[in-house]
């Protein structure tokens, strides 16, 4: 496979490394099954431009059709729940997020339309 000059949202390999675990095991169809981070990296691409599914450039290694489907796929699995759930735990065990100090504002207050007149 040749590599392709990257796009600004493709993984990382950093990150790529970090959710490839939480993605399902692949179906075996017969067919050769297509590279897990190159239908991410579509998947990406198309959330990050806000292109069209069918715009989705031809040098990603995934066809648009099978990155829509493996993004429906994944929600329908909570895959993406998952993943969230992972960097949040990661980022409380490094220190990255810390809210036992975090407080909550509910004061539910009217603005008032102008100082009274006296």
Known sequence: MVQRK??????????????K????????????????REVINGILYVLATGCPWEYLPHDINASYQTCHRRLLDYQRRRVWQKIVADLLKEAYRTGFINLKNAYHDASVVKSKKGAKKK
């Not at 990257?6 to 959710?19: E, F, N, P, V």
């Open 6 to 19: 990257a796009y600004r949202s493709d993984l990382t390999d950093a990150q790529w490394k970090r959710i």
């Open 21 to 36: 675990p939480l993605l399902p095991k692949p179906k075996w169809t017969g067919r050769t099954p297509v590279d897990d």
